[in-house]
């Protein structure tokens, strides 16, 4: 045995002799799983409209319009054209709503948060969703 075995270790003492350590903690799987479900929130509004061919659309008009009689058509194109009162926002459209607060602070937040976004953004297109589909909706 040597002499520096029998020697008890002190604890505040590096075992690394001096030479400091710099790594970057890797961030835990549950700070993942939550990026990963306000990703999966955000992407997730809207959702994709029904399709509907044109050639529907048309029939589905010239039936309605068909069925009403003149004077009840009109009245259902003012109505129409008229001024739109607000809509309540849908349940879909809050939860996305919430979830890019949440992302944004986090972003502010915690710095690995920022890395996270990013590698969900290039594997499923969040800020593109955002950008393209969410604005223009909005």
Do not use: C, W
């Not at 970057?24 to 809207?46: E, G, H, M, R, S």
């Not at 044109?54 to 068909?66: C, G, H, I, K, P």
């Amino acid at each position: 045995m040597s002499p520096s075995s029998n020697r008890p270790q002190d604890p505040t003492t590096p075992k690394s002799h001096g030479k400091p350590h710099h790594h970057k903690n890797k961030p835990q799987a549950t700070f993942i799983a939550v990026i990963d479900a306000l990703v999966a929130a955000v992407l997730a509004y809207p959702p994709p409209p029904p399709k509907v061919t044109s050639e529907a659309a048309a029939d589905d008009a010239m039936d309605a319009t068909e069925a009403a009689p003149p004077a009840a058509a009109a009245a259902t194109a003012a109505a129409a054209a008229g001024p739109k009162l607000p809509v309540a926002p849908s349940l879909a459209a809050v939860r996305a709503s919430l979830a890019l607060r949440l992302l944004t602070d986090f972003t502010l937040v915690y710095s690995a948060a920022a890395g996270q976004i990013l590698r969900r953004d290039a594997e499923g297109g969040l800020l593109r969703h955002v950008l393209y589909v969410q604005l223009p909706a909005a």
